[in-house]
């Protein structure tokens, strides 16, 4: 079986990275768009006709037209974008978050990929919830680290240019637009603080947990559950923390559609540090997108990964 595939916004970041994944496939057949109307509407529309699947890679208000432009159209869609991620009607492409989350998407005409630092957040969180070792109501922060690829291409631009300096913390307006999608999927109803920053280095990410432990649970309790969920799972690996020190890369993962989920215990055993380190690129975004596309199609989930 071969499928078609249009890329929206193949030019970008997230967009070359998929289609470098796709371009050797025989399995896929990449649909173009002459570069110079690739704003345009009507040649887009006519892209997404010939698609069985298009994946928008675009800023979210032009991921929104895009949805309106396949209107009628059969075309399956998978959305890079902020825009649909806490939306009932889509699917939220993290396959790993439970079976049934899986199976919606093996079926979804739309499909939501997540944004990079959630993909952290949730994979650590929502299992810890599920298995009430974490309280829904419980009071997190959550911290990261991104290559300065998160903020595509007016992003990379600063950063080569020498005008972003050599790290920066934001988010601190507590506005960020990925915990929107935190909270929906792990059922956490506090709005946990989450505070992330961009080093001056392209690629890799790392999502920290700090959390104190109510008495009688051990580290070794989350380590556990995490294992018990993601067990088998080819993507979410749970490793052993001792594994990883002194030092945490977060560019250890990059080229990669694998993300790897560590329970760093303090040595009185009351505090843990949860750690999520993964390739933004990867399963962060573009890697994410293209096993979602291998679940709708039906096809090997690892192709191309
Ligand atoms: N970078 C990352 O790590 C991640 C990104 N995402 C999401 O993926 C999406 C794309 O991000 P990213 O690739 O980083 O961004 P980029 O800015 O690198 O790329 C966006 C692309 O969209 C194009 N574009 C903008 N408006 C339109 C339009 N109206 N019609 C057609 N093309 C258009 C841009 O054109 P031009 O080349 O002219 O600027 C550009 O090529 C965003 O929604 C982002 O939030 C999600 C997870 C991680
Ligand atoms: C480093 C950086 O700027 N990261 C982006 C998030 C990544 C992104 O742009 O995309 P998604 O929201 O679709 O994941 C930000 O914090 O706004």
Redesign the pocket.
């Known amino acids: 079986m071969t499928a078609s595939v249009f890329i929206?916004?193949?030019?970008?970041?997230?967009?070359?990275q998929i289609r470098d994944r796709l371009l050797a496939r025989g399995d896929i057949r990449l649909v173009q768009v002459d570069p110079a109307r690739?704003?345009d509407?009507e040649a887009?529309r006519e892209a997404f006709a010939s698609a069985d699947v298009a994946i928008?890679?675009?800023?979210?208000?032009?991921?929104v037209?895009?949805v309106a432009l396949c209107e009628g159209l059969p075309t399956r869609i998978i959305?890079?974008?902020?825009?649909y991620r806490v939306n009932p009607d889509w699917a939220y492409g993290f396959p790993e978050l439970s079976a049934a989350n899986r199976a919606r998407i093996v079926s979804a005409t739309r499909v939501s990929?997540?944004?990079?630092f959630s993909t952290g957040a949730i994979a650590l969180l929502a299992p810890l919830v599920a298995a009430g070792l974490i309280d829904a109501d419980a009071a997190l922060s959550i911290n990261a680290v991104?290559g300065y690829?998160?903020?595509?291409?007016?992003m990379?631009a600063e950063f080569e240019a020498g005008t972003a300096g050599a790290y920066f913390v934001y988010g601190l307006e507590h506005k960020h637009?990925h915990v929107p999608e935190m909270m929906a999927h792990t059922g956490l109803t506090r709005r946990p603080i989450f505070i992330p920053s961009v080093g001056n280095y392209a690629q890799g990410m790392i999502v920290q947990v700090p959390l104190h432990l109510p008495s009688g649970q051990t580290a070794g309790d989350l380590q556990t559950a995490l294992a018990d969920h993601y067990a088998g799972g080819q993507f979410v690996k749970v490793v052993d923390a001792a594994s990883l020190l002194p030092r945490v890369n977060p560019e250890r993962l990059n080229g990669t559609n694998v993300m790897e989920l560590s329970v760093h215990a303090g040595p009185d055993g009351d505090r843990v540090v949860l750690l999520a380190t993964l390739d933004?690129?990867g399963k962060?975004?573009?890697g994410a997108a293209v096993q979602n596309l291998n679940l709708m199609l039906g096809m090997d989930e690892a192709a191309g990964l």
């Open positions: 929206d916004g193949e030019a970008g970041t997230t967009g070359l690739r704003k509407p887009r928008l890679c675009l800023p979210d208000a032009a991921a037209e895009a959305d890079a974008s902020t825009a990929n997540p944004g990079c991104s690829s998160g903020g595509g291409k007016a990379i637009k933004n690129l962060g975004a573009s």
